[in-house]
């Protein structure tokens, strides 16, 4: 089951509009396929090793925490939730394809490099996965372990994956068709989704 968790949390990380998801769409657009995909699985393992940390961490502090401390966790992360909710559904507002011509992210030449330096400098990917330990743990989706945080990070890293993957194939291949409006639609239900899963995790706290 944590495995398709996984996976959908995988999506969320990705999904959302960003430098990174901007990076890789300029790869493609300006240079080719294969630097399109080598940005996006530069993504998705950054994804997986964020994942994992958050993970190990928020293990050994439940485990030096008082019972109470659960409950906290649970706020801290639906009030982040919220926030990269609320952001998600501005971005399905004003969300843009970048086209020829456009100024887009050049933070270096290569594509590893440039998510890497894109990546560790957006702090709003730090707070992703602050949430997402502190919801998987304090609901108990995500049992304690060390193999058990090693699959559920690899379900993540292939989530992100399979959005990159469909990403920089439908640009390069629909470059000159591709409708904005579709990316919107995804953006505002995701936006729905955290939305739901920060009400959710609010509720548990009372329950």
Partial sequence: M????????????????????????????????????????????????FCFVALAGFFQIKLNLPPYATSVLKVVAAVIILVLSAKLIHDSRTFTLPRAGDKLPSAAPRPILGVLFLYVSNPTLYMFWVAVAGTVTGHGLVQFGAWTAVAFAAAVGVGSMLWYLSLVRFVSRQQDR?????????????GLALAAL???TLGTVFI
Avoid: C, E
Avoid at 20 to 39: E, I, P, T, W, Y
Avoid at 180 to 190: A, E, G, H, Q, S
């Fill in 2 to 49: 944590f495995i398709f968790l996984g996976i959908f949390v995988g999506l969320l990380a990705a999904v959302p509009l960003g430098p990174v998801n901007v990076f890789v769409v300029s790869q493609s657009l300006k240079r080719d396929f294969f630097h399109g995909l080598l940005a996006g699985l530069t993504a998705a393992v950054l994804d997986t090793a």
């Fill in 178 to 190: 591709i409708k904005p409006k579709t990316f919107r639609r995804i953006l505002f239900y995701m």
């Fill in 198 to 200: 920060a009400i959710y």
